[in-house]
């Protein structure tokens, strides 16, 4: 789970023509600009394109960050360089708008509004921006719904994690975001469901996480040395006997699949992951009426620096609750004694 998209007010000497592009364009990073994705950079100068088109001119090598290849979530600092080559900007009416569905969908899932930041409760299933197979996502949704505003992802979720999902509406907003995320002062929890009986109490995971790329483009990610710095905290709230047990994560760094994957380094899998989880397993659950991966963002907090304390937590949707109450009911169903008091799948 990779935390921030990094984004700022753009610069009048990005504003693109209407027309098709044919020239290489060269940008130099500003102060106010330090510290955003390549990625959000690009896309924001190329205008109406997809952003899956973003990433493939990224991946192929023909963005260059100071004369070199980077990748799509690339850092930049202050008068970096930016290399971005000719690719044809489409008139709006080209690349479409999200459904009527998909807007309302996301209209309703919004569970906080104040001046700085929206909050959603994701529906799992949805992605929270367009690429890697997908025209439109959360972001471009909201975008349709309300397009005098300038909202910009303040981190990521899975397409088939649900849970809260911060967007900021304002540039200052999303630094502050972000920087607390760099910092560590920013608390993300998750509920999720783990195969067999946890029997390692309140256990901090400290495993380095590598992400690798198979042949057919398919991400993966490993529990390596080599790997980037990955702490997750997790906490058994409820114990179903040897099947399975609900617990809380609190994510202290933001990897990509980092809950799932340190879940299966620890020998119990997230249910329902078909990629990092236990084929016997996800059957079972399946038949329990678990027909996605069990893994939800239910609280978000931090305080601003400006004074303030932040926080939201959405309930397990009911899909989740159900396959809960489910196992709830079987034989040998078991809870720990600080679940039982502190139960949050309700």
Known sequence: MSYAEVDVSEP?????????????????????????RLDNFVHKRLGDIPRSRVYRVIRKGEVRVNGHRAGPDTRLQAHDKIR?????VQPPQEVGRPSA??????????????????????P??????????????????????RPEESFELAHRLDRDTSGCLLIARTPSALRTVHALLREGSFEKRYLTLLGGQWDLGKKRIDVP????????????????????????????????????TLMEVDLLTGRTHQIRVHAQHAGHPVAGDAKYGDE????????LGLNRMFL???SVSFEWPQGGQFSVNTPLPPDLARVIDKLGDLPKAKRSPQGAARRRAK
């Open 12 to 36: 009048q000497s990005t504003e693109i023509p209407p027309a098709a592009r044919s020239e290489v364009r060269h940008f130099e990073v500003s102060d106010e600009e330090a510290g955003q």
């Open 84 to 88: 971005i080559p000719p690719v044809r």
């Open 101 to 122: 569905d998909l807007q309302e969908t996301i209209r309703r899932a919004i569970v906080h509004e104040d001046e700085k930041l929206l909050v959603l409760d994701k």
């Open 124 to 145: 799992s299933g949805i992605a929270v921006h367009g690429g890697s197979g997908v025209s439109f996502g959360v972001i471009e949704a909201l975008r349709a719904l």
């Open 209 to 244: 996480l590598r992400t690798d790329t198979r042949v057919n483009g398919e991400r993966t990610v490993k529990a390596d040395a080599s790997g980037k710095p990955s702490v997750s905290e997790f906490r058994p709230v409820q114990f179903f006997g040897k099947r399975a």
């Open 280 to 287: 016997t397993l996800n059957e079972t659950m399946k038949g």
């Open 296 to 298: 939800h963002a239910h």
